[in-house]
C-alpha cells in the first residue's frame, strides 16, 4: 500500500480482510446484538404479561363459573386445566430478572448462562406438553359452554395476535403460548449465537441454551411443532429487514484477496450492503472492481486449503473467492454475518425442519454449524 492507496488488483478469486482499530461495522455487529437482544426482552415481557393475565384474570373468573351450575364445568377440571401453569410463570419470572439486573452494565452480556443455569427448572416446560392434549381437551369443552362468553369481555385486557384470536379464540391461544415461547427462544438463541463473538464468554452457553429449547421444541406435538416453529422463523427476516433500513447490518472493512488467474493476494477494501459485496482498490475509490449479488452464493464455509489462517471461501456457480482475516474474531464476524445472509434465502419453512432435524446430529460445535 503508498500513500494510502492498495496495489492494483488482478483477475481475482480469493480475500483477507484486515482492521487495525475498531471499524463501525464491528460497532454494527455490537447493535445487531443489542437489537436482537432487546427484540428478545420485548417478547419476554408480552410472554410474561400473557401468563400472569391467565393465572391472575382468567383463572378467578374460571373459579366463580364454577360455583354456578349453568355453566357445566367444575373445580377438577379448573385445575387440570392450569397444569403447572403457575410453575411457568415463575420460571420466566426469575429468568427476567437475572437478564435485566445484568443489563445495566454488561447490555445482557450473560443471557446464554443465565438460561443454561436454569435448565433443571426449564424441564417444566416437558411437563406442560405432555399435558397439553388433555388441557386442549378441556378448553375445548369449555368453549362449548357459555362460560366462553364470560371470558371474552375479559379479551381486551391482554395482547394478543389477533391472527391467532381469530383461528384459535381466547383460552386456546393463551394456552398454546408456551409452545410459541419455546419456538420463539429457539430462534433468538440462533441469532444470538451467530452475533456473538467466537471469544465472547456467553457464547458456549448461548449454544448451549439453544439446544435445551430445541430439545423442548421436540416433545410438542409434531403438527404444532411444526406450525409454530415455522411460525418463528419469521422473527429472522422481521430483524433483518430492520437491519437493512437502518443500515447496522452493512459491513466493511479491508481484505485481501487472492487472484483468479494469478494467484496472488492483494488487498482490498470490502463491502457488504443488503445483498450486496463489493470490493474496491482502495476505500474512496469511485467504483468497485466487482460486485458479488450474494443471493448467486452457494456457501460461505471456513477454509484450510490456502494455507493461510483465518481463512474463508464463498462459492458461486463459476468461482470460488478465498479469503483471510487478520483475527478470529473478524474472522467470524464476516464469514457469519455471510453465512446468515445465505440462510436467510431459504424459507422460514425451509429452516424450521432443519432445526429439527439437526438434533439428531448431535451437540453444535460452533454459530456456523446452526445457520449452515
Request: charged share 25%.
Amino acid at each position: 500500500m503508498k500513500n494510502g492507496t492498495l496495489s492494483s488488483m488482478t483477475s481475482s478469486d480469493t480475500v483477507s480482510v484486515t482492521s487495525s482499530v475498531m471499524s463501525p461495522c464491528d460497532m454494527n455487529t455490537s447493535r445487531m446484538r443489542r437489537s436482537l437482544v432487546a427484540k428478545m426482552m420485548a417478547e419476554q415481557d408480552r410472554y410474561i404479561d400473557i401468563l400472569s393475565f391467565h393465572q391472575d384474570k382468567l383463572r378467578p373468573a374460571l373459579e366463580d363459573c364454577a360455583e354456578k351450575v349453568e355453566y357445566n364445568i367444575d373445580e377438577h377440571q379448573i385445575r387440570d386445566l392450569y397444569g403447572n401453569w403457575e410453575e411457568l410463570l415463575k420460571i420466566e419470572e426469575t429468568i427476567r430478572k437475572k437478564i435485566t439486573s445484568d443489563s445495566s452494565s454488561q447490555s445482557f452480556e450473560n443471557i446464554g448462562s443465565t438460561l443454561y443455569n436454569l435448565r433443571e427448572d426449564l424441564k417444566e416446560y416437558e411437563e406442560y406438553f405432555d399435558l397439553f392434549g388433555k388441557i386442549l381437551k378441556l378448553a375445548e369443552h369449555i368453549r362449548q359452554t357459555n362460560v366462553n362468553d364470560q371470558l371474552q369481555k375479559l379479551q381486551t385486557e391482554v395482547e394478543l395476535n389477533e391472527a391467532r384470536l381469530y383461528r384459535d379464540g381466547l383460552l386456546k391461544t393463551i394456552l398454546f403460548q408456551p409452545l410459541h415461547h419455546v419456538c420463539q427462544m429457539s430462534v433468538f438463541l440462533k441469532m444470538l449465537a451467530v452475533f456473538t463473538s467466537p471469544t465472547h464468554a456467553d457464547l458456549r452457553d448461548v449454544i448451549k441454551s439453544y439446544q435445551i429449547y430445541q430439545n423442548l421444541v421436540v416433545k410438542i406435538e409434531s403438527f404444532y411443532q411444526k406450525t409454530f416453529l415455522e411460525e418463528a422463523y419469521f422473527i429472522c427476516d422481521q430483524l433483518q429487514s430492520e437491519w437493512d433500513q437502518l443500515g447496522i447490518s452493512d459491513k466493511n472493512g479491508f481484505a485481501t484477496k487472492r487472484g483468479g488467474n494469478v494467484k496472488s493476494w492483494k488487498i482490498r477494501w470490502f463491502t457488504i450492503r443488503n445483498y450486496e459485496m463489493k470490493y474496491f482498490e482502495e476505500p474512496l475509490a469511485d467504483k468497485p472492481l466487482t460486485t458479488l449479488d450474494l443471493r448467486q452464493c452457494q456457501r460461505a464455509f471456513s477454509d484450510n486449503s490456502q494455507d493461510k489462517t483465518n481463512c474463508i471461501g464463498l462459492e458461486f456457480r463459476d468461482r470460488t473467492y478465498f479469503m483471510y482475516f487478520t483475527s478470529l474474531n473478524e474472522r467470524a464476524d464476516w464469514l457469519n454475518l455471510l453465512a446468515w445472509k445465505i440462510y436467510l434465502m431459504k424459507s422460514a419453512t425451509y429452516r424450521a425442519s432443519q432445526a429439527i432435524s439437526s438434533i439428531k446430529s448431535g451437540a453444535f460445535p460452533n454459530a456456523l454449524s446452526l445457520i449452515v
